[in-house]
Each structure stands twice: as C-alpha cells, then as structure tokens.
C-alpha cells in the first residue's frame, strides 16, 4: 500500500492494528513509569526523548502529567495528526498554541524533532541538550539502520540515562508471525518488505546493537509464538535461527539500556 494510506488505516484503526501509544497512550505511559519504579526512577524533572511518537501529542502531554521537565518528540516519518490534536489538546493553552500549521507544542514544554536523529549533534550549543530517558514502543522493528540509530540514540543520552524500548519482533501480518523468515534478503526488499519497513531483526541482533553502545543492557522476553514457530521451522532461512529455542520464538521484547557508551560530543 502507499504510506498515506497505510497511516491513515493505521490511525483509524482499520484493517492495521495500532500500537499502545496509539490505541491507549495514557496505558503506554503507565507502563514507562511502572519499569521506573521498579528502578526507583521517575519522570519528575526529567528529559524525555520519544522515539517514533507517531504524530499525536499523546505521549508527550501524558509525559509532562507525570512530571517530565521536557519532552522530545521526534519522528521523521510521521507529521502532527492535526485533527487529532486539535480535538484533544485544544483547550490546553499551558501546553499548545495554533498558528498556521495546526496546533503546536509550546516551546518551553515540548520540542518536535523531524530530523533524521543520527544527524542531530548533543550539546548545551547544538540541535538538543541531553536527556535522561529514551522511549519508542513498536518502533524498532522498522528502523533500517538499527545500529546508526542505536549510536545515535545513546549519544543523545546522559550518562545516568535511561533507555526504554519495546519492540515486536513478529511478520506484522501477526496470523502468520514468522512468515516473513521464509524469504531470501532480496525477495523480502525488492518484494514483499512493506511500505513501513520491517528489517526482520531477531533478539540477538538487537543484544548486539545495544551492546555496541552502551555498558548494561536487559532483554525481556515479553511474549512468545513456539507452536507458530514449531510449524514454520523447516522453511525458516537459517540467518533467523539461533538455536536458542526461547529467542527463536520470541515475538514482543522489552529492552532497558543504561551507561551509554558514546562520546556525547561526536
């Protein structure tokens, strides 16, 4: 499908299921603060990044209830879901104002970030200060450049800071979770690799990404699809097979990284 219609569906709901940020974003954001607390961590006075926020004010709005001191929205894809926002956020002039491109974040509060983030440099002086926590749900799955982004992401991140992503590792076509294992690197890209990008990443890949950039890094098995699995199995391509029978069937995982080890001044 071409991507404007692909977002449309997806924001109504329509034949393209929604994610938690999208579908019940207040319940996103009571899942990012229940994994704070277990850590003795809140959003009270803190920088947030929101990676992929997806074009509505939601998370950003349910972030600055919580406590946040600033929140970053940042998608490249994805521009404000005006109506959307307009009916939800309108009346909340502490934290909105309209001009002539539709309701926007006050500055003081909220920054929108369009921009490709492995070009954004981190500084007091540059495109963003540093935050304290990162977050992005049903995003990573569709990065193409896992790693890039990864190194990116950490650079932007304080020392103490805090990484928060779940990512959902299944053929979105979710009757069928691994089919899209079956088919060669350039069949799935020159073929069947939807509008949205799925780069087909297992758990260890993404271990690996994030232990490339930071020091302590947590993977949570959330959900598993062994019976789909079991039946796909013989015609799996071997690249998406590590032996590992709970990691090979892994289908949503949580991931916590800290002690990013990137240079902030890259």
């Keep these: 499908m071409p991507e404007k219609l692909v977002r449309a569906l997806l924001l109504r709901n329509i034949i393209i299921r929604p994610g938690l940020e999208t579908s019940n974003p207040f319940a996103a954001v009571q899942r990012y603060v229940d994994i704070l607390n277990e850590r003795n961590l809140s959003f009270k006075g803190k ?4 990676f992929g926020y997806g074009g509505r004010f939601d998370m950003g709005f349910g972030l600055l209830k919580e406590g946040a ?45 369009e921009d490709d983030i492995r070009d954004l440099r981190v500084s007091a002086r540059g495109d963003i200060a540093p935050v304290d926590f990162v977050l992005s749900s049903s995003v990573y799955e569709h990065v193409d450049d896992v790693e890039g ?8 991140t304080k020392p103490d800071g805090l ?20 088919f060669s690197e350039n069949t799935w890209k020159n073929w069947l690799n939807p509008s949205s990008n799925h780069n087909r990443y297992r758990l260890w890949n993404y271990r690996k990404a994030f232990q490339d950039s930071f020091a302590d890094v947590e993977i949570e098995i959330l959900t598993s699809e062994k019976e789909a699995f079991l039946k796909l199995q013989p015609h799996i391509k071997s690249e998406f097979v590590s032996g590992n029978m709970d990691e090979d069937t892994a289908a949503t995982i949580r991931v916590v990284a800290t002690k990013p080890t990137m240079d902030h001044g890259r």
Excluded: Q
């Design 47 to 50: 920088r947030v990044l929101v």
């Design 69 to 113: 001191e600033h929140v970053i929205l940042c998608d490249k894809y994805a521009p404000p879901d005006d109506p959307h926002n307009r009916r939800l956020y309108g009346a909340e002039e502490k934290y909105f104002f309209a001009d002539s491109k539709g309701l926007r974040p006050r500055p003081e509060w909220m920054t929108l970030l």
């Design 149 to 156: 982004i990864t190194r990116a992401l950490a650079a932007l």
């Design 163 to 182: 990484h928060i992503h779940f990512v959902d590792l299944r053929d979105h076509f979710f009757k069928y979770p691994f089919e899209m294992l079956r």
